[in-house]
C-alpha cells in the first residue's frame, strides 16, 4: 500500500525545484506530516488546517458579492451637493484627470431621488432603500473610499476576486484556504452560491478558479434547492457501504496503477472521491432547513417569494461557516442599472437587504459573527451622472459604470463596528479620503484571517505570485 | 500533484514588470497611428524606419519571435523538400526527432522508451478519433508483426470519419462554437448545424488549411453566380425557420452555389456568425451598440483564431505589450464592415432547388384552388360543413407536402460599398473618431489592403483579408495552426499560449521545430493529414510517458524538452464519447440538427429564459431546452445542443469551456463533483449497466451467475478480464483481478439474496468502478 507521502513526493520535488516559499513549504510538510502534524485523513483531504502568519481576528469568510456595480448614491453615500446640481452640468474640476471611456464630460449631474436616514448609536447612513442593513449599522462598518482600477465588469470582478484583470490567476477564496487549509473534513473548503435570479454573473467561473494553484481549491458551487450539488445521492439499491467498498477498491487499483505510472494525478484524483463519499454524508444535512426556527425563517425571509432565493443562500452561508466552510462567496446579479436605476434598485433590495441584514444579526445572535468576516459589494459603483448611453426617457434614467469611488460594508472579526471609513467628494466622484484600493481590501481581508499578503506567495513559473500582486496595505482604520 | 501550468507563462513573468511601465489606460490614446494615406510607401516595421508603429513605441517591442516570417536552416529546407516528396511523414518524423533530440542532448536528457503497443494505439485512437480503440483492434495491432504496422495504423485512424468528428471538435473550441445566440435570451440557431458539419466534412477531406480559413471568412466572395431578389429578413442570427415569416424591403445579392464544394462554402460563412447575439437590443434601440459588439467580437475571435493576435486588447487604447497600434483593431474590424447575417441564401443546388419548386408549383396550384373554394363557402351546416371540413384537411395535407430548399446561417456583404469604420474612442461605439481604411496590423503592412471586390454586390474585403491570412508570408498564421496541432498531441503547444504569439504569451520552447513544421506544412499544400502523420510517426511522440529516473524531473519538471510524452486526461466529450463506446451504447449519428439530451428539470427551471419558453411564453423564440428521446442522444457528444446558457452537465462537470470567447486549450481540473457525476451520476450508472450487459453477453454462453457452483470463481475471472478487455483494452494483473473478485463478491452479499438479479447488479456495481479508474479517463 503507498502512503499519502510518497504520493506527493513528486509535487515536492517540483515545487522545491522552483524555489518554494518558506510559507508554502512549511504548509506542505504540515499537510505531508512532516512538520509535527498527524498525516492521517487530514493529508487525504488536501484542505487540512495549516497555521496562519499571526493570530487571526476571523477564521471564515462570506462574501457577498453584489455583481454589476451596486449604486453607492442611491444606497450608502447621501450628496446633498448632488442632488442641488441635478440637470446641471458636472463641473470641470472633476473631469480633468478624466480619460474612462464610459463617464462621458457631458453627462448632467444626477441626484439621487433616495431618502437617507441616520441608523443606530453611530448614525451610520443608508438610503431608504436598506432599512435592514441600516437596522445593522452598529454591527458594520461602512467603506465610503474604494476605488478601483478598471471599468467595466469582467476585469472588475477579476481584480476584486484575483487581484488582476487577466484570467487564469487563482481567486481570494482559493487563495485563503490554500493558505489555512479548511476546518471542515465532509464539505469543500471553499464554497460558491449562486443567486437562483437567473442573471450569470459576468466573470463566469474564472471568479471563482483555482487559477495556478492546484485545482482541490477551486470553489464548488452549491445550490440551495434540490440535490446541492447535482449527484449527491447514491443511486438507487447503492448503500453507504457499497459505495464505501467501492472508492477502496477504485483507490486500491488506481495505487496499482500508480506504482506502474507514476501519475502525479492519482493523489488529487483519490482526494477528490474521498471528499465526494464524504459530501454525501454531510451535505444532504447542511441543506436541511427543517430543523431552523420559525424565527430564523423570518430572519431570512424565507417564507417571502421575493427574499427566499436570496435568503435561502444566505441561511445555507451560516450553515456553512458553522461547518467549518472557510470561504463563501454568495453571488447575487446583477446591480448594472444602466437605465430604470429607481426601479431596478428597487428589486434587487426587495431580494437582499432582508436576508443580508438577517445573516449579520443571525451570525451575531450565534456568536459566529466575531469569527466571520462578512463583505457586501460590487466590483465598483455608480457614476453621479445619468447615463446617456441608453438615452434619458426621464423616470427610466439610469447611472454607468464608476471605479472611482464607491460603498462596500465589512462587518465581523477584526472589523470596526459602527464606523464610516473613508469619504467621497461633494458630488461622490472621487474617494478623496482615506481611500481605499481594492488590492487594500484583500490585504485587509487576509490581515483579518492572521495572512500577510506580501507572504502568502505561490511560486509559478518563476515568480512568486500573491493575490495583491504587488500593491495593497492593510486599512488599519478599519480594523478594530 | 499536477502543477496547473496551463495559462500564459511569459504573462506572469513579464506582467509585473510591463505593468509597472506601461502607461496608464487612456494616456497613449492621443497617439493612434492613422489608419491610412500617409503610409503607402513604408514597409514593415523590422526593416522600415518609417512603419508608423516604431514612431508610436519608440522602435521598442518589435523583439518578438513571432513578428519574424519562419527561418528555416538550408540543411532543414532540404529535409523539407524530402519530407514533401514522403508523403508517410517518416522524412518529417525524422526532423522533429533530431530537433528535440539535439534539445535534450544539449540540457544532458534523454528521451524515454518507446511506449508498448497498447498504449500507443490507446493515446493514437484518443488523439486523432476521441475514442478510444476497440479490444479487437488493440489485439490485431499488438500481434501484427508488419514493420509498417504502425504506420498504417496511423492512416487508417486518419481516414476514419471519427477523425473529422474530433479535429471538428478542437476547432469549434476555437471559434467558440454554440447552438444559441447567449445573452438574456439564448435562442437556438436552428441551422448552426451545417457549420459544424461542413467542420467535420472539411477535416476529413484533408481540404488545404489555407482553403479552408478562405471559406470561413469570404466563401460567399469565392462564388461568381448569384441572384438579385428580394430576401427574406435576417432573424438576426438564427435560421430559416424562424425567419420565413418577415420579408426585408432591401435586395441583396445572394449568391447561388453550382456544386456542393460550393455550397460549403457558403455554409463556411457561418463562422462570421458564430459569436453571441444580443436580440433584446432593438427593444431598447441599441442596435448601434450590437453592431459594435459584434464586429468587435468578431475582430478578436479571427486574430486570436487565426493570427495568435490579441487584438481585445487594443480595442480601446493601444495594445499595452505588443506592436499594435488601437488603429489596427480598427483596420482589422474594417475588413468586416459591411458584413450582414442572411437566412436566405440557399444551399441546396439548382437540380434540387428546381425539383422543389416543380413540386411545390403543381401543389400551390392545388392549393388555390382548394382555398378559393374554401372562402366561397356560405352556410355552415349539413353538406357545407362536410365539404369545408374535407377542404380544410385537403388544404393541411398539401400544405404539408411543400418543400422547402435547405438554407444556410450564412453572412454576405449587405452592399458593394462598405459602411465607414471609425476608431471608437476608447472603444465606445458612441464615441467615433478617425476614419481608418481595411488593413492589416501595420507593423506587417502599414498602408490600406489592396481590396477588389470579385464580383457585384459586395466588397471583397473579406476576401482580401482571408487572402492575406491564408497566405504563406504571413508569419502568423501556419505557424498558429501547426502549434495547435502540436498542443492536440502533447498536451500542450510548442508555444503555451495556443491563443497568443505576443510579448505577453509564452515563447516557444522549440523555435526551430515550430518553424520547420509551419515552413513544411505550407510546403505540403497546408494538409492538416499530412502534418498529423509526421508528428504520429516520431519517436517523440511516440516515447512512453512514464518517467525515468530523477534527473529529467529535477531540471526539466514541466517536461519543456520532451523527455517523455505527457499524460492527459480525455477532455469532457472524449470522456463521455469513451463512456458509451466501450458500453456499446454509442450510437452512429451522421450530422444534422443538434440533440439535446436529457438533463434535470432544476437546471432548466433555474433558466428565466427557458421558464418563459417551457410557458409558451417566449414568442416562439426557441428560448427552450427540446429534449430528444434518450435512446436517440447516445450519439457522440459533438453532435449534442450546445447551449450557452446551460452546458450539458456532464460536460460541464469535465472543463467544457465558456463558449463566448476563443478556447485556446480545455483546463483539466480534479474537483469532487466530477466524482459524483460519475459514481452517482444518471450517464455513469447507465453506462455501467450496458457495460455489464455487454460484457456477460461477450463469448461464451451467460451462465447463471448466482447458481452455486464450482466453475463460478473461475467463470467470474473470465467476466473480470472480458470487463478489462472491454473497458481498459487491457487484462487484468493477479492483484487487479482479486480486487475486482472481493468488489462484486461483497456487492452482492450487501445487495441481499431478496434481490433477484444481485449478481448481475453488484456486477455493474464493479464496472461502475472501473469506468471510475484513473486509467479510463487518462491516456498515458
Redesign the interface.
Known sequence: MLTAHHF?R??L??QS??GLGTMALSQLLVQEGRGGTAAGSRAETGLSQRPPHFAPRARNVIFICMSGGPSQLDLFDPKPQLNRRHGERVPAAFLDSL????I?GDARCFGSPRVFRHYGDCGMQFSDRLPHLGGCADDLCMVRSMFTTTSNHDPGQLLLQCG?V???HPCMGSWVTWGLGSESQNL?GFVVLLS?S?E?VDA??SLWS???????Y?G?TF?S???P???????Q???P???R??LD??R???Q???A??????????I???E???R??TAAPDLVDFTQESEVTRQLYGLDNETTRPFGSNCLLARRMVERGVRFVQLYHSTWDDH?DLNNHLKKNTDMTDLPAAGLIRDLKQRGLLEQTLVIWGGEFGRTPMHEI???TTPGKEGRDHHPFGFTMLLAGGGIKAGHVHGRTDELGYHAVEDRVHVHDLQATILHCLGLDHTQLTFH????D?RLT??AGTVIDGVLA | ?????????????L??VL??LAV????A?AQTVPGSGDNLAAGDALTDPRNPIRNLFGGERLDLWSLRKPMVAVSDTAAASAAHSDSSGTAAAAVIDRMTGERLRQAGLTRSVRADRRTLIRRLSCDLTGLPPSADDVDAFIADESPDAYARLVDRLLASPAYGERQARLWLDVVRYADTHGYERDEFRPLAWQYRDYVIRSFNQDKPFDQFIVEQLAGDELISQHRREPTISPSLGGGAEAAVAVESPADDEVPVPRTTAEADMLIATGYLRLGQWDSTAAI???EE?LQAEVLADLTNTTASAFLAQTMSCCQ?HDHKYDPLSQADHFRLRAFFAAVRPNDSVIVSLAAETAAIEENNAGLKTRLAALRTEHKSMGSNQGADRRRRQQLSQEIELLESQLRKPQYAMAAVDSAAIAPVTRIL????H??PGEEVEPGFPTVLAPGPAAIVAPRPGTTGRRLALARWIASAENPWTARVLVNRIWQQHFGIGIVATANDFGHSGAHPTHPELLDWLATSFVTNGWSVRQLHRGILLSETWCQS???HG?EP??SD?ENQLLWRQN?R?LDAEALRDALLSVSGLLRPYAGGRPLWPNV?D??TH????ILEALKNDDGGRMQGWYTDPPEQTDVRSIFLVRKR?LPV?FLQ?FDLP?STVSCARRE??????????L????DG?RCAEALARRVLNTGRADLTLSRPSSDIPSLRGQRVADLFRIALQRPP?A??QQ??L??WG??EQ??GDD?PNAAF?AFA??C???L????FA?V?
Not at chain 1, 480619460?99 to 464610459?102: F, G, I, L, S, W
Not at chain 2, 496608464?24 to 494616456?27: A, K, S
Request: overall charge positive.
Open positions: 506527493s513528486r509535487g520535488l517540483q525545484a522552483c480619460a474612462d471611456p464610459v462621458r488582476t487577466l484570467f487564469g469543500p437562483s437567473g450569470g463566469g467561473t483555482n487559477g495556478f494553484l492546484p485545482s482541490n477551486r464548488v445550490r434547492q434540490g440535490d450539488i447535482l449527484h449527491l445521492s447514491s443511486p439499491g447503492v448503500s457501504p457499497m459505495q467498498l467501492r477498491a477504485i486500491s487499483m488506481n496499482l496503477r500508480y506502474t505510472t507514476g501519475d502525479p494525478e492519482t493523489e488529487a484524483r482526494r477528490a472521491y471528499l465526494a463519499f459530501m454525501q437605465s448611453r441608453r438615452g509559478h513559473h518563476g515568480r505570485f500582486d504587488v | 500533484m499536477r502543477q496547473p501550468w496551463s495559462r500564459t507563462i511569459l504573462t506572469q513573468i506582467f509585473p505593468w509597472l496608464r489606460p487612456g494616456d490614446c431598447f434601440q441599441e451598440r480601446c474612442l476608447q472603444g465606445d458612441a464615441s510517458s512514464r518517467n530523477p524531473e529535477k519538471p499524460m486526461r434535470p432544476e437546471l433555474a433558466q428565466p429564459a446558457c452537465p462537470a465558456d483539466t481540473t480534479v474537483v469532487a463533483p466530477q466524482a459524483l457525476m459514481l452517482n451520476g444518471p450508472i494483473s492483484d487487479e480486487l475486482a472481493d468488489l461483497r456487492h450487501l445487495r434481490v447488479l456495481d464493479l461502475r468502478a472501473v471510475n479508474l484513473n486509467e487518462w498515458d
